[in-house]
């Protein structure tokens, strides 16, 4: 099969393709003829940063962590899909789990679901990492419910607009920072109502939104200084989430409003095994909530073929993307 190998880690992005074998789908695997996939921040960081993450595979590396595409064969134990099956997921793209910029991919069934049946099948390859990130927050780790405020910082990105979506469809009051205009009219189309944080600090608009009681929950998408204002945010026994809290912080303001704080690191089930089922589990709500026209992915006007992978890291490297860069893999 056709695959494209990332060579030597770094910004020159050394991608090259190669012949490789096809793989062949072990216990509870399926072979997946993949028909796109989508270029995330994290695959970003591998491509870039390659030895100092530790889930990075050695190069020559297939990276790739998202896929959709149709099962070509099922590997023994198999129970969930047959060949023919359209399917999405997160099949790897890490260290021990070669990823979806290739012709085929080997992905254990409980990474995958079938993907939603009134969208594009090459399009469905950017909605699995950003969909699963924004469900286990709002839900598995914020337990948002119905008519409570949320904040979600970086509303108009690949997580943060699938989160406005979420938990507006929940029933919740939502708002989400924005940069330009485009951006908040991205944020309002989805559900939510969009707050410039250049034109208002966090206590202006924890004034205005909350009439200066603070969120009842605020998920960060950005980290830094954004996970310190997400803090002075919050209500007093408040939730926070971030997906970035790789840096140092002072706590005082989250022991003083008695708040709590949860990470996602959504590639946990796939390093450690554990939870791949509830990857599989959220998928399949996702794809009935595309199909019930209640949830859809933002994909930036730029597509771009995986023998381009390179240029696509570019144009992300750039700022230039608005929602999620797809991928297409199949002819």
């Known amino acids: 099969m056709k695959a494209m190998l990332l060579e030597e880690y770094g910004r020159d992005y050394l991608f090259a393709e190669r012949d490789v074998p096809a793989p062949e789908p072990g216990p509870g695997e399926v072979l997946v003829r993949v028909a796109g996939s989508s270029l995330n921040p994290i695959d970003n960081k591998i491509a870039t940063l390659g030895e100092a993450l530790a889930f990075a595979p050695e190069p020559p590396a297939l990276l790739g962590m998202d896929a959709s595409g149709v099962v ?6 198999v129970t ?51 969909a699963v990130t924004a469900w286990m927050a709002l839900f598995d780790k914020a ?46 189309a989805l559900g939510g109502t969009p707050i410039d944080y250049a034109e ?13 009681e603070g ?3 605020v998920f960060d998408t950005v980290g830094g200084t954004v996970l310190d204002n997400s803090f002075r945010a919050v209500r007093n026994n408040g939730r926070v989430v971030s997906t970035n809290t790789r840096s140092t912080h002072d706590l005082g303001p989250l022991h003083a409003g008695g708040l709590s704080l949860h990470v996602v690191f959504m590639l946990l089930p796939l ?34 073929d995986f023998q381009d992978i390179a240029h696509a890291h570019r ?11 797809g991928i297409a893999v199949a002819e």
């Open 143 to 188: 337990g948002l419910k119905p008519g409570e405020r949320l904040l979600v910082h970086g509303g108009a990105g690949g997580v943060g607009h699938m989160a406005v979506q979420l938990a507006a469809h929940a029933g919740a009051e939502v708002f989400a920072t924005v940069s330009t205009p485009d951006k908040a009219a991205v944020v309002e």
């Open 271 to 304: 390093l450690t095994g554990r939870g791949r089922e509830r990857v599989g589990e959220i998928l399949d709500r996702v794809a009935a909530l595309v199909d019930e026209d209640a949830l859809a992915v933002l994909l930036d006007e730029a597509r771009f």
């Open 200 to 212: 208002a600090n966090v206590a202006e608009y924890v004034r205005d939104c909350t009439g200066g």
């Open 80 to 130: 969930r899909f047959r060949e023919g099956d359209r399917v999405f997921g997160c099949p790897g793209g890490i260290k021990g789990m070669p990823g979806a910029l290739a012709e085929y991919v080997a992905a254990d069934e409980r990474l995958l679901a079938r993907a939603p049946e009134h969208m594009d099948l090459a399009d469905a390859g950017a909605v699995p990492l950003v």
């Open 72 to 77: 070509e064969a099922v590997g023994p134990g």
């Open 315 to 325: 144009y992300w490297e750039e700022g230039r993307a608005m929602g999620k860069i």
């Open 215 to 217: 969120f009842d929950a």
